[in-house]
């Protein structure tokens, strides 16, 4: 009986045995077989949310009961509850900008960026002069065309490959020709399940291949400390590198201070993009999460994200209904200004999309390495910028 009551994590089994609930949404991790689990979950009269074969983990809204019943199975190993994710910005208004729209020699062209956000808005920066959303996949409200009801998505979308067409080129994105393969896992207040953006990273590796994802950028936080929650992201953040995909991650907003980051930004299998103000002079941004992580030096490095323009989403814009397709209206204004340290995620990810554009042949340590090779330290210490801001000219001198 000991073993077994260990398969729960403590929060779940304290919440069942105060009887919190009458369902609780679990992430179970399986040895093996999760075909069987489906009919297990459904003889239980739960409901399966969704499977995550990459990590042989699935998602379901069970009862105490039935969670009691199904730890006797020596198939499933941990049993947890779902938690949440949040996406890391603040809409501000525009007092100084940072342009991302300087002419550079690449320009991401055949690299799939994978971005897992609240969704993202067919801006006219993102279908001309061609369609930057190779694909889009919602998993809230199941719509099969693409949309954005919070506007973090799209915003996020414009750094990393918009147009700049309604700008004349100011506010372009930093690799304009690269694409993005979009699944929307936030909902409209910005808030996401952890079992979906597992489920999301495991649809992108499935699709790697075919799109060319070499790029996972996830302008996100999770702060949780749950040591199997963290698990779970690092072995699929390790099959994220296996097929040479860099993941790209915010610092988050847990204020500068020492030793702040938390959650999946501290682990040592991505690329953690810490935030710095140069609105006038450059500092750290307020909110940007700092390391030291540990014996890890994070944030890995960082980017401006203070005041950063691209492009506007109609929130209220749906993009079908009853399966037929819906086109938006004219927008009267096409950009708008976000601070957060997603802002510096994007930017690097783009920046990743160039260098990728450079030379396809290089691998995940590659590119880590020469993103970290081509840092300047600024003014202030290391713990709170990681190796500093990036040269573009020192980049591809160096590649």
Avoid at 209 to 233: A, G, M, Q, V
Avoid at 254 to 261: A, D, G, L, R, Y
Avoid at 317 to 339: A, C, I, N
């Amino acid at each position: 009986m000991f073993s077994i009551k260990k398969k729960l994590d403590n929060n779940l089994r304290i919440a069942i045995e105060k009887d919190r609930f009458k369902n609780y949404r679990i992430i179970i991790h399986c040895t093996a077989l999760l075909d069987k689990f489906q009919s297990k979950i459904k003889s239980f009269r739960g409901e399966l949310i969704c499977i995550i074969p990459s990590i042989n983990c699935v998602c379901a809204n069970m009862s105490a009961l039935s969670i009691h019943r199904l730890i006797e199975y020596p198939e499933v190993n941990f049993i947890t509850l779902d938690d949440f994710a949040y996406l890391c910005a603040n809409s501000v208004s525009a007092a100084n900008s940072v342009n991302l729209g300087k002419s550079l020699k690449f320009t991401g062209k055949d690299v799939c960026i994978g971005l897992i956000d609240s969704g993202v808005y067919p801006h006219p920066d993102l279908l001309s002069p061609f369609k930057k959303i190779k694909k889009f996949t919602d998993l809230i409200n199941g719509l099969n065309y693409p949309y954005d009801d919070n506007g973090h998505g799209t915003f996020i979308s414009g750094i990393l490959s918009g147009s700049g067409i309604n700008s004349k080129g100011m506010y372009k994105g930093i690799a304009p020709n690269s694409s993005i393969y979009c699944i929307k896992a936030f909902n409209a207040l910005g808030k996401g399940y952890i079992s979906n953006i597992l489920l999301a990273i495991d649809k992108f590796l499935l699709d790697c291949k075919k799109f060319n994802i070499r790029i996972l950028c996830l302008p996100f936080e999770i702060s949780t400390e749950d040591d199997f929650i963290l698990s779970l992201f690092y072995k699929i953040f390790e099959k994220a590198k296996e097929n040479d995909i860099v993941v790209i991650i915010p610092s988050g907003n847990n204020e500068n201070i020492k030793s702040s980051i938390r959650g999946i930004a501290a682990l040592s299998n991505c690329l953690t993009i810490g935030g710095v103000d140069t609105t006038s002079i450059t500092k750290p941004y307020f909110y940007s999460a700092s390391g030291p992580c540990g014996k890890l030096m994070k944030p890995d490095l960082s980017a401006a994200c203070v005041d950063i323009y691209s492009l506007r989403s109609d929130i209220n814009y749906v993009s079908e209904r009853d399966g037929v397709k819906l086109y938006p209206h004219k927008m009267k204004q096409y950009y708008t200004t976000f601070t957060g340290t997603s802002c510096a995620a994007a930017y690097i990810s783009g920046i990743c999309a160039l260098l990728l554009e450079s030379n396809s042949t290089l691998n995940y340590k590659d590119v880590i390495s020469l993103i970290k090779a081509s840092c300047n330290l600024l003014n202030f210490p290391k713990w709170q910028q990681g190796e500093g801001l990036i040269d573009i000219k020192k980049l591809f001198n160096n590649e």
